[in-house]
């Protein structure tokens, strides 16, 4: 049974930085893709980014991209997503999510994952 952890959330001033973990027992073993999506209050979620298990392969969305960074490592079965020079925008519940059949990551659609994680709330304000 999957079962998806994320943790390392919390209030952060602009320009500052945090790193959430996502925890499972089953990565790397078992899955292609591990993403990382956001959701604001009255937004839909979106993605943030997304690793390729095979290769550690890492995709970003416009958004993020140059300021975020995912990480894996397998012997902890751990996923990172590193926010550097965070904005007020970046300020959402952020999630991690998994799937035994998804083999390829998007940057810009959240793929039907099975596997969520119960979020974790980053909010970016002086």
């Known amino acids: 049974q999957v079962h998806l952890v994320e943790s390392g959330g919390g209030l952060v001033q602009p320009g500052g930085s945090l790193r959430l973990t996502c925890e499972d027992s089953?990565?790397?073993?078992?899955?292609?893709?591990i993403g990382w999506f956001r959701q604001a209050p009255g937004k839909q979620r979106e993605v943030v980014g997304c690793i390729v298990t095979s290769d550690d392969s890492a995709y970003y969305a416009d958004s993020v991209k140059g300021r975020f960074t995912i990480s894996r490592d397998s012997a902890k079965n751990t996923v990172y997503l590193q926010m550097d020079s965070l904005k007020p925008e970046d300020t959402a519940t952020y999630y991690c999510a998994t799937d035994p059949v998804v083999r390829y990551c998007s940057v810009t659609d959240v793929l039907p994952y099975k596997y969520w994680g119960q979020g974790t709330q980053v909010t970016v304000s002086s």
């Open positions: 089953g990565f790397a073993k078992k899955y292609y893709t």
